[in-house]
């Protein structure tokens, strides 16, 4: 069996790595039904999970780096919106974990998440990531990657950071 290096990705790389993986998890989620209470569960907890650890390093790590290599209103206005963005996932999360796994109010919820999260990551993508591409060098992007890798690793290590509080928001001052 061959032996697999980590090879370190650059910061967006990563970051879309992830945005794919929740959005699956959620298209996952979306298509259960009202018969499939466990596995609705099991799904928003693994959501929950990504969403925690992807959330955290983004808020620690690479909007600070993208906010402070801005020189534009524009652009700085971005970075307040993502934080804003993930403060809103913050406020949806515990509605639907509250909601029954095996109720059509759940399915709404779930629903409601899943395009919060598309459209935040949908953004992130065609606005904000290429904007860092044009202000931060290459070799920023790779060392903010392998920061985002290692920080992600210490996150999942510890379990859910953020669950029953809120991070990261002390950079919104």
């Known amino acids: 069996m061959a032996k697999r290096t980590t090879k370190a990705l650059d910061a967006i790389t990563l970051l879309k790595t992830d945005h794919k993986k929740v959005k699956a998890l959620l298209a996952s989620l979306e298509k259960t039904t009202e018969r499939s209470a466990d596995r609705r569960t099991k799904l928003l907890q693994q959501i929950e999970a990504e969403i925690n650890v992807h959330s955290s390093i983004e808020e ?4 600070p780096a993208f906010r402070d290599a801005v020189k534009k209103k524009d652009d700085r206005e971005m970075y307040q919106e993502a934080l804003e963005e993930h403060h809103v996932v913050d406020l949806v999360m515990p509605e639907v974990k509250e909601a029954d796994p ?4 759940f399915a709404a919820k779930a629903k409601v998440l899943k395009e919060l999260i598309e459209h935040h990551a949908d953004e992130e993508e065609k606005e904000m990531f290429k904007k860092a591409k044009q202000v931060l060098e290459k070799e920023e992007l790779q060392e903010l990657g392998a920061r985002l890798q290692a920080r992600k690793k210490e996150l999942r290590a510890a379990g859910s950071p953020r669950e029953g509080q809120v991070t990261g928001r002390s950079q919104r001052a």
């Open 60 to 63: 620690e790590i690479f909007y």
């Open 102 to 105: 095996g109720g059509e109010v």
